[in-house]
């Protein structure tokens, strides 16, 4: 038998006493400071003791019948195909084929359609969504270059139409499609919604669009003209893909049928638009302006033209005059001062004010009908 050691025995019953105490009251930490793992209680006050997240518990809203706007709009769109006669680096004269669209406002063969798809066209064909085709007599075309608008006639009747809507009722992000010409491959639709209202666009220094609807529907190359339609089917913009091409890439633009239609109207009933005019060209101020002329007014609309005769010479005004004020409103911009301008009434003097070197001047200028050749 084997003798005990006392020694061991000992040893052993101390380290099981000081591990059972370890465990009854903590553990040792890295730095040898002790780490209490009993759990503190938070006295502080809570929000709310009964509080459950809410549950709406209704039911979704079935998505538009899309299938059933196309199958009313698609009729009344038409197809345009045009040809243009262009000059090329060498001076050669070719023929050049262009496509867009457009829609059916009358029964008896009245079609809108954007002022760039008809532009400097010889021959223009439009197709109806039946397949029947006619040849557009250029004297039956008339144009609205500053909006992008035009009228063409053709020689027909008992055409399905479309209905006009409330541009002014859209809001953002309700429903709309584009249908048209895309391409120039056939009447095809897309979805979107709007997704931005009275948008102001400037597609040169001496063209600006305004009142646009932005829409997130898909505008191509063959759209422009074709009509922007409501979940009712009526017509609430002018579809554009020039316009689209100067603004945000993958967003569609259209000209609101609340500002189009006027325009409309005078071109059906007159072949022209009336505006005011005061025969003035324009710049807007920069610092290549201020630089080059010497100007003394770091912001406004500069006469970079005038005519002899028009009413802006007549009142005094003269080439290289700063414009800082029409009818009481400031201006800095060409786009600002003509938006001013075209809300104006045809032989309703306006205050202009305008600097010419160092000095400030202002005068009362009468607009007049813009004369048409």
Not at 149 to 174: C, E, F, H, Q, V
Request: charged content about 15%; glycine content about 10%; aromatic content about 6%.
């Amino acid at each position: 038998m084997k003798t005990i050691n006392l020694k061991a025995f000992f040893l052993v019953f101390v380290i099981a006493a000081v591990l059972g105490t370890t465990l009854l009251t903590g553990c040792i930490a890295v730095d040898g400071t002790a780490t209490n793992t009993t759990t503190s209680t938070n006295t502080s006050t809570v929000i709310d003791s009964t509080w459950t997240p809410t549950t709406t518990g209704g039911t979704l809203t079935a998505l538009p019948n899309l299938a059933d706007v196309v199958a009313l709009v698609k009729p009344s769109v038409v197809a345009i195909n045009t040809e243009v006669t262009v000059v090329d680096f060498f001076n050669q004269q070719y023929t050049q084929q262009g496509a867009g669209s457009g829609w059916i406002i009358d029964p008896n063969g009245i079609i809108v359609t954007n002022n760039h798809v008809v532009e400097g066209a010889k021959s223009i064909t439009v197709t109806t969504d039946d397949g029947a085709t006619y040849q557009a007599d250029i004297n039956n075309v008339y144009t609205d270059s500053l909006n992008d608008l035009a009228i063409i006639k053709i020689n027909a009747t008992n055409l399905p139409y479309l209905k006009i809507g409330d541009s002014s009722s859209m809001r953002i992000g309700d429903w709309v499609i584009a249908i048209g010409n895309a391409l120039g491959q056939g009447t095809r639709a897309t979805e979107g919604i709007i997704s931005r209202v009275n948008v102001e666009l400037q597609m040169d220094q001496n063209q600006t669009l305004y009142d646009l609807l932005e829409t997130s529907a898909a505008i191509n190359a063959g759209n422009s003209g074709g009509p922007l339609v409501n979940l009712s089917g009526e017509v609430i913009g002018i579809t554009s893909a020039k316009v689209s091409s100067v603004g945000v890439e993958g967003m569609g633009y259209a000209i609101s049928i609340n500002t189009a239609l006027p325009i409309i109207q005078e071109l059906v009933n007159k072949g022209y638009v009336t505006r005011p005019y005061l025969g003035v060209g324009l710049y807007t101020v920069d610092q290549y302006a201020i630089m080059q002329l010497g100007l003394k007014v770091s912001e406004g609309v500069l006469i970079t033209e005038i005519t002899s005769d028009g009413p802006a010479a007549q009142a005094g005004l003269q080439q290289y005059d700063v414009i800082v004020s029409i009818g009481g409103t400031k201006v800095t911009t060409v786009a600002e001062f003509t938006k001013i301008l075209f809300a104006s009434t045809i032989g309703q003097p306006l205050e202009i004010k305008y600097w010419r070197g160092d000095q400030e001047y202002t005068i009362m200028v009468t607009p007049i009908e813009t004369p048409h050749s």
